[in-house]
């Protein structure tokens, strides 16, 4: 019988992957920010989010969790980058989502190793 982590749609760290990008994504509709802030909140969110529901998926995708990493390093960094860090919610949003994003890809990195290994013994 397979874990409940190495079947599709059920692990927790994807799907926190998945809420995290939405409301990175969604959060220029309830706070102050100028057009650079929220088209960076809106796409990296957005990728968070369709990343996370392709490792919810194809859960032995292990390059999915790498892209995570990467995407919440990226939106950590997208306040001084981008120039919106004088917009304090949306930079504060952008370091919480990026930290977030990182720790869930991160502990998400073993299970999915697993599940690829896993899947490869038939």
């Known amino acids: 019988m397979n874990e409940p ?9 994807d799907w926190a992957e998945v809420v995290i990008g ?4 969604l959060s220029p509709l309830w ?17 968070i989010a369709l990343d996370g529901l392709a490792s919810l998926a194809m859960p032995g995708m292990v390059y999915g ?8 390093a990226l939106l950590f960094i997208s306040p001084w980058v981008m120039g919106y860090a004088d917009f304090m919610g949306a930079s504060w949003t952008a370091w919480i989502g ?3 994003t990182v720790v869930a890809g991160a502990a998400a990195m ?5 599940t690829h290994r896993t899947a490869g013994q038939h």
Do not use: F, S, Y
């Open 5 to 13: 982590t190495t079947r599709p749609w059920t692990r927790p760290h």
């Open 22 to 25: 939405v409301v990175v994504a």
């Open 31 to 47: 706070m102050t920010t100028d057009n650079t802030a929220m088209w960076t909140l809106v796409i990296l969110g957005a990728l």
């Open 65 to 72: 969790e790498g892209i995570q990493i990467v995407l919440g």
């Open 98 to 100: 990026g930290v977030l």
């Open 110 to 114: 073993p299970i999915a190793q697993a």
